[in-house]
């Protein structure tokens, strides 16, 4: 998954399974897999079938939460600001202007670059004066939980969803 951010943060990726998998699980059986790469200084690559530890993700894992979700996979973003931005502790948040995910399976590769966040901010890009709307993801300082040795699967940032038209089951790669 490429993508163009508009903060030179860090963007850690993670799979949410509470808020994936049914709007009914509990919180004792929320499980989350945080992504081994994250996006840094605005842009980065992130192989969604690769777990930090270098542990495989199953392509069907990610297909079963497609399909749970109405054909778009949801991602669970957190936010890690870098202390010397001039926003405030309780206040972070990043614009997300370009996103692809690419899927390449033994057939095809297939590009998606439609995305969706819970929110949307008019910004202007530095030394510009035209404002359009950019979808957001916001955050505070402390619900960064999954960066610690703790990893807790009912605190992240925001999410971030990306409509996807095809079976994921076999895919060799997707990023």
């Known amino acids: 998954m490429s993508n ?11 799979l949410f399974f509470t808020l994936l998998l049914s709007h009914t699980v509990t ?15 605005g842009s980065g690559e992130i192989n969604l079938l690769l777990e930090l530890g270098n542990k495989d993700i199953s392509p069907v894992l990610l297909e079963t939460l497609r399909n749970q979700n109405n ?4 991602l669970g973003v957190s ?3 870098a202390s010397s931005g001039s926003e405030k502790a309780s206040s972070q948040g990043v614009a997300v ?7 390449t399976t033994g057939e095809d590769t297939f590009v998606y670059q439609e995305l969706s966040t819970k929110t949307k901010s008019l910004l202007a890009k530095v ?12 955050g505070r300082t402390g619900s ?9 699967g009912t605190s992240f940032d925001g999410t971030l969803s990306i409509p996807v038209d095809i079976d994921l089951s076999d895919a060799l790669n997707i990023y």
């Open 4 to 14: 163009t951010f508009l903060r030179n943060d860090i963007i850690y990726f993670f």
């Open 27 to 41: 919180a004792q059986e929320a499980e989350t897999k945080r992504f081994k790469h994250t996006i840094s200084k």
């Open 71 to 74: 054909g778009e996979q949801i």
């Open 79 to 81: 936010i890690n600001e």
């Open 97 to 103: 202007e370009h996103l692809t995910l690419t899927v």
């Open 127 to 138: 030394d510009t004066e035209t404002r359009q709307f950019y979808y957001t993801l916001l």
């Open 144 to 152: 960064n939980n999954i960066t610690g040795s703790n990893l807790h």
